[in-house]
């Protein structure tokens, strides 16, 4: 009998600088990408000179429109929005792309400002949920700011500075520009509304400008989600930027010409903003509308889930060995952790609910493996430092021992690495001592004293305590300052 298959939601985003279709399949909350195809279309391009989208844009776009329906038919996506934004909407001849989509059977919504600005903020809140500052959306016709705070969004607004616009503005001078800027914020009651707090970098421009960084400082985690960049960060850059060669730029991985040609405009534009809205740092997130228009449809208590721990928990599923095993493994170790804060918590839950990652992979390459699926893989709700936790401890609890694998401790401080290196040995018993099963772990206990580390047993389950168990409680025991022993359930009730 087939499985069922989860059904596939896609969207289609018809923007000022791409056309994209984005597939996605699985958890609500967090569904993967199944499939992502962008063509740079360039709609916005000639906006700013002719108040039109150019025929050769045009044209690019009817054929992605074209490929996108058809694929997404092939595909059997049950849920598909076609969403265009500020080229469509502000080009007079924006109705012909409008028709062209709907003659192959895709029903466009044209977004106003006010709801990009929306989709974006709600965006940022899916990946980051506790998200406080300022987002700012810069796609290729227009820029929209939006105030995020406790899991919601509050003002918004859209202004026509997308980065294909910019560069016209420019014409007149780095003060006019920053003039211009400054009173448009001004104007629409933004001035320092951003005030100690983060700027969160949403679209490619901004992205690649993160990317730009992370080369040129040889950062060690090429993971743009979470991506901090500081107004000292970005001055910098605004003076590097104009002297790199295109080999340089070439050298920069994921950086497409087409972005690089926008790094400097974007650049430039965020200087000014940063300047305007006082805020004290930029972070960068890897979601933005097409995100916020999933997270937006959601039930109240859907969007409350964390995503890490959605996401890790679907991984787990999709390649360890035994279901559920990673919150009953979380539950059992959790009273040797009392002392975390929550934010240790869910990333200890996180590593519980991925220990069983590696198992297909050869023995002498799971605790490598493991490394590579917390740095690498595609979660967000999870900074670097985070990340780099997570991998330490699967590293241990895939057999990698106490070591820290090279970038972890360029990410991530020794007592940091140290707590993951625990939380690694105590899944490494669990795992051994159930064998995946649900009823030993029900049935055993961790007791934490003073002096020792007991693992309390009913007497008919002693025969589970062989010489694999007693090697892996010595050897938690031991990182955690104590001694191991053995309790009777009776005596620990």
Request: with cysteine.
């Amino acid at each position: 009998m087939a499985a069922i298959r989860a059904p596939r939601t896609a969207i289609i985003d018809i923007g000022s600088n791409s056309v994209r279709l984005v597939v996605y399949q699985g958890p609500a909350r967090l569904p993967a990408i199944l499939f992502n195809e962008k063509v740079m279309a360039g709609l916005g391009r000639s906006l700013a000179a002719t108040g039109a989208i150019d025929p050769v844009a045009l044209g690019k776009a009817r054929v992605a429109l074209a490929r996108f329906a058809s694929l997404a038919r092939e595909m059997g996506v049950s849920g598909l929005r076609t969403v265009a934004t500020a080229a469509v909407r502000d080009a007079a001849n924006g109705q012909e792309l409008i028709d062209c989509a709907e003659s192959l059977g895709l029903e466009v919504e044209l977004l106003s400002g006010e709801q990009e600005a929306k989709g974006a903020g709600e965006g940022v809140l899916s990946a980051i949920p506790d998200a406080d500052g300022i987002v700012g959306d810069l796609g290729g016709g227009s820029l929209e700011l939006v105030r995020v705070r406790d899991g919601g969004v509050e003002d918004r607004v859209s202004f026509p500075l997308g980065v294909l616009r910019i560069p016209a503005l420019r014409e007149r001078g780095g003060k006019a520009f920053e003039r211009q800027i400054g009173r448009l914020i001004e104007e629409a009651g933004w001035e320092g509304r951003g005030r100690g707090l983060p700027f969160y970098l949403v679209g490619g421009s901004w992205r690649a400008l993160a990317r730009l960084d992370m080369t040129l400082a040889e950062y060690p985690l090429p993971i743009i989600h979470h991506y901090e960049l500081t107004p000292t960060d970005i001055a910098r850059l605004s003076r590097t930027i104009p002297h790199l060669s295109k080999a340089r730029l070439r050298d920069v991985k994921g950086l497409s010409s087409s972005r690089a040609a926008t790094l400097g405009d974007a650049t430039a534009l965020l200087s000014v903003l940063l300047k305007h809205l006082g805020s004290s740092t930029t972070v960068v997130s890897a979601y933005g509308l097409r995100e916020g228009l999933l997270y937006g449809n959601l039930d109240a208590r859907t969007r409350a889930q964390d995503p890490l721990i959605v996401a890790a928990r679907e991984e787990g599923r999709l390649l360890g060995r035994f279901p559920e095993h990673g919150d009953l493994l979380e539950s059992w170790i959790a009273p040797l952790f009392t002392g975390e804060s929550a934010g240790e918590a869910r990333l200890r839950h996180a590593a519980c609910l991925l220990a069983d990652v590696g198992w297909r992979a050869n023995p002498e390459f799971r605790a490598e493996r493991g490394v590579e699926i917390a740095l690498h893989g595609n979660w967000v709700g999870i900074d670097a430092t985070g990340r780099a936790m997570l991998a330490q401890a699967l590293h241990t609890s895939l057999g990698g021992g106490l070591d820290v694998p090279a970038p972890l401790a360029e990410l991530a401080t020794p007592a940091q690495l140290k707590l993951a290196t625990s939380w690694g040995l105590a899944i490494r018993l669990g795992q051994r001592l159930s064998g995946g099963l649900e009823g030993p772990l029900e049935r055993t206990g961790l007791v934490l004293e003073a002096t020792s580390l007991g693992l309390a047993m009913l007497d008919e389950d002693r025969g589970f305590y062989g010489e694999a168990v007693e090697r892996r409680h010595a050897a938690l025991a031991a990182a955690l300052g104590r001694r191991a022993t053995r309790i009777s359930r009776s005596e620990s009730a």
